[in-house]
Antibody
Framework: QVQLVQSGGEVKKPGASVKVSCKTS????????ITWVRQAPGQGLEWMGW????????QHAQKFQGRVTMTTDTITRTADMELRSLRSDDTAVYYC?????????WGQGTLVTVSS | EIVLTQSPATLSLSPGQRASLSCRAS??????LAWYQQKPGQAPRLLIY???NRATGIPARFSGSGSGTDFTLTISRLEAEDFAVYYC???????????FGGGTKVEIK
């Protein structure tokens, strides 16, 4: 079965960087892109970006341009999302997901807390 | 950027009642709209894709309709497990540049 398993929670100081990993299994990795979504405490879902797992092309939401890097590794079947220059309002649960028509699977989420 | 506006923000209903949730897009998204359900502490779950297609395992009481800029998610008869937050998501761009609506919370009256 399709599984997306994310790395564990992180606590970071303002200005630091965080990398969230998403290890996948159960499907052809290069056939689907990986979407990253975050959710601040008590807030809605926010689309961050998408990476094509076949060729590494990316799309980012405008607000994250220059601060986020998304990568994939076809050998380990892993997608990573690095967010830099963290601020307190980056505190959120970060999700990786495949969202392609009915082929829709999500990781369990990774809580990133930014606090001095 | 396409903006999705969901209404109402909160819907207070009793089990057995019908729920109608609205999602309006700032520009034409064709039929490329999905609906998700999210419960506390859980990842979102896909209910509807391409405006009106139920995802695998989704009960028939959930239905989606609409195209262009106006969409509706209907839950014909609310059951206890349906009280949750619902989000619409547009998928009209390629490469994907997706957006979510702000959500509608369906709560027990």
């Amino acid at each position: 079965q399709v599984q997306l398993v994310q790395s564990g929670g992180e606590v970071k100081k303002p200005g630091a960087s965080v990398k969230v990993s998403c290890k996948t299994s159960g499907y052809t990795f290069t056939s689907y892109g990986i979407t990253w979504v975050r959710q601040a405490p008590g807030q809605g879902l926010e689309w961050m970006g998408w990476i094509n797992a076949y060729n590494g092309n990316t799309q980012h939401a405008q607000k994250f341009q220059g601060r986020v890097t998304m990568t994939t590794d076809t050998i380990t079947r892993t997608a990573d999302m690095e967010l830099r220059s963290l601020r307190s309002d980056d505190t959120a649960v970060y999700y990786c997901a495949i969202t392609s028509d009915a082929f829709d699977f999500w990781g369990q989420g990774t809580l990133v807390t930014v606090s001095s | 950027e396409i903006v999705l506006t969901q209404s109402p923000a909160t819907l207070s209903l009793s089990p057995g009642q019908r729920a109608s949730l609205s999602c309006r897009a700032s520009q034409n998204v064709g039929a490329y709209l999905a609906w998700y359900q999210q419960k506390p502490g859980q990842a979102p779950r896909l209910l509807i894709y391409d405006a009106s297609n139920r995802a695998t395992g989704i009960p028939a009481r959930f239905s989606g309709s609409g195209s262009g800029t106006d969409f509706t998610l209907t839950i014909s008869r609310l059951e206890a497990e349906d009280f949750a937050v619902y989000y619409c998501q547009q998928r009209s761009n390629w490469p994907p540049k997706l957006t979510f609506g702000g959500g509608t919370k369906v709560e027990i009256k």
